[in-house]
């Protein structure tokens, strides 16, 4: 499909005021927040049949919670996008730079969201490119090119790359069609926002990848036995969210978890 759109590349990555993607960029139909049209969009990108996304029903109970198929590789927090959390996410990112790393030896892979209503590609991507995740995309498919394609290239033309890419783009109009409810136009304004909790392959760090953010976030280390559903990697991430929102909002929580492991087939 011809895009008339300049390319993202030429927009700065960085954060201001609103780091929204521009109404006059290219606008995606967005995600229904259910991991079987998750799994089947990362499927058909080249993510391994052996992994497959699973809703966490509890972070509390432990009968619930062993439902969940572990080793947990990704956890993707879905929210709302409220008041609270813009303002210490514009706190946090004040003093940050934004990121310019690339190539090989970059902690994580992090993509700078350019795309309207992408924020769940992103956090789809975020989850399988990161971690041991990556070991399962399998060779010589869209995703292993793309991710082998982005690893070279500073968050910009990175950004670029995802903006451009037919695949990318065939797989999520795919998908976003699969799900149970009636999907809103790819213009619609949507709140709900996705971010990605992963354990570093080369460090052992959990680090919070957002496309709304100036970069990734490196939330502390973990132990060699914790995942990202280790009551560790709960306090360094989704725990500190949830106490800020339920202060916050006297105690009204709105919220789900995904999480990314074995499949269950």
């Known amino acids: 499909m011809a895009d008339p759109d300049p390319k993202p590349a030429e927009l700065p990555v960085s954060d201001d005021a609103d780091p929204d993607v521009p109404t006059n960029r290219k606008a995606f139909v967005p995600l229904e927040n259910n991991p079987e049209v ?13 992994l497959a996304f699973t ?22 927090l879905v929210f709302p996008v409220s008041e ?13 730079d934004a990121y310019v790393g690339a190539g090989a030896d970059e902690p994580v892979t992090w993509f700078k969201q350019t795309i309207r ?48 890419s037919p695949a990318l783009e065939s797989a999520h109009q795919a998908a ?3 799900g149970n409810s009636e999907a809103p136009s790819a213009d619609a304004k949507v709140d709900l926002h996705y971010v990605s909790f992963i ?12 496309g709304r953010r100036t ?23 989704v725990r500190k969210f ?13 919220f789900s978890l995904v999480v990314l492991g074995p499949s269950m087939e």
């Open 117 to 164: 209503n992408a924020c769940g590609l992103i956090g789809l991507l975020h989850s399988v490119a990161n971690g041991e995740a990556r070991n399962s995309v399998e060779p010589d498919t869209p995703l292993a090119k793309l991710l082998a394609d982005a690893t070279t290239l500073a968050p910009a033309a990175r950004a670029d790359l995802l903006y451009n």
């Open 176 to 178: 976003a069609a699969e």
């Open 215 to 237: 970069g990734p976030l490196d939330r502390g280390p973990l132990g060699a036995d914790d995942d990202v559903l280790s009551e560790a990697a709960l306090a360094l991430g």
């Open 55 to 76: 809703d966490v029903f509890s972070i509390d109970d432990a009968d619930l919670l062993a439902f969940v198929p572990r080793p947990a590789l990704a956890l993707l």
């Open 84 to 96: 609270t959390y813009e303002s210490f996410r514009r706190e946090e990112d004040a003093g940050r």
């Open 242 to 254: 949830l106490a800020r929102e339920e202060q916050a909002g006297k105690g009204e929580l709105r």
């Open 199 to 210: 354990k570093g392959a080369r460090d052992g760090h959990l680090w919070e990848l957002d």
């Open 38 to 50: 998750m799994t089947t969009l990362v499927r058909k990108l080249g993510l391994s049949p052996s």
